[in-house]
């Protein structure tokens, strides 16, 4: 069955950086497009950086642009989220969401604290 | 601010047909297909609707989707206390080069 995990979640100073993981299975990894996608406690969800099957094509929001950089290594089926300075206002919850005519598969999500 | 307005509520009684509105503009909805996702509280979210109108399996038929122009709707037939969640809708933004995701609407069950 298809399965996201998420990985490297924490409470981070305000400026430091912090790399999350989502680790796949069940399906070709390589063939689907990825996202990520976070929900900050209590509020909506909000679309963070879009990377396409073979890594060529990369999207970000404006909020995480210049600061976050999406990535993936199709050998160990695992997708990456490197994110540089944050602030207050990252902390949330990651969900990484395979891309399939809709985010059709979606991880349990890691929490990232961004606290001084 | 999100950039596909939804009202920040519903409510409906056992049996009764809502609809959640998703307005957006010619970029996003006007240009791309309309998503639907139900998120329960402590739970990732769930497809519900994809490309407008169209069921993944195992969603019931109660749930279904439209658009017209730039805003669309999804609408629950013989709502259930289980239906009782968060809905999003989200579209492509050919501006912004990225998803969107609607505010979000808390669907209550009375």
């Excluded at chain 2, 409510?11 to 609809?19: A, E, L, N, Y």
Aim: hydrophobic share 30%; with cysteine.
């Amino acid at each position: 069955q298809v399965q996201l995990v998420e990985s490297g979640g924490g409470v981070v100073q305000p400026g430091r950086s912090l790399r999350l993981s989502c680790a796949a299975s069940g399906f070709t990894f390589s063939t689907y497009a990825i996202n990520w996608v976070r929900q900050a406690p209590g509020k909506g969800l909000e679309w963070v950086a879009r990377i396409s099957n073979d890594g060529t094509n990369i999207y970000y929001a404006d909020s995480v642009k210049g600061r976050f950089t999406i990535s993936r290594d199709n050998s160990r089926n695992t997708l990456y989220l490197q994110m540089n300075s944050l602030r207050l206002e990252d902390t949330a919850i990651y969900y990484c969401a395979r891309d399939n005519m809709g985010f059709d598969y979606w991880g349990q999500g890691a929490l990232v604290t961004v606290s001084s | 601010q999100s950039l596909l307005t939804q009202p920040p509520s519903a409510s409906g009684t056992p049996g009764q047909r809502v609809t959640i509105s998703c307005s957006g503009s010619t970029s996003n909805i006007g240009s791309n297909y309309v998503y639907w996702y139900q998120q329960f509280p402590g739970t990732a979210p769930k497809l519900l609707i994809y490309r407008n109108n169209q069921r993944p399996p195992g969603v019931p038929d109660r749930f279904s989707g439209s658009k017209s122009g730039t805003s669309a709707s999804l609408a629950i037939s013989g709502l259930r206390s289980e239906d009782e969640a968060d809905y999003y809708c989200s579209a492509w933004d050919d501006s912004l080069r990225g998803q969107v995701f609607g505010g979000g609407s808390r669907l209550t069950v009375l």
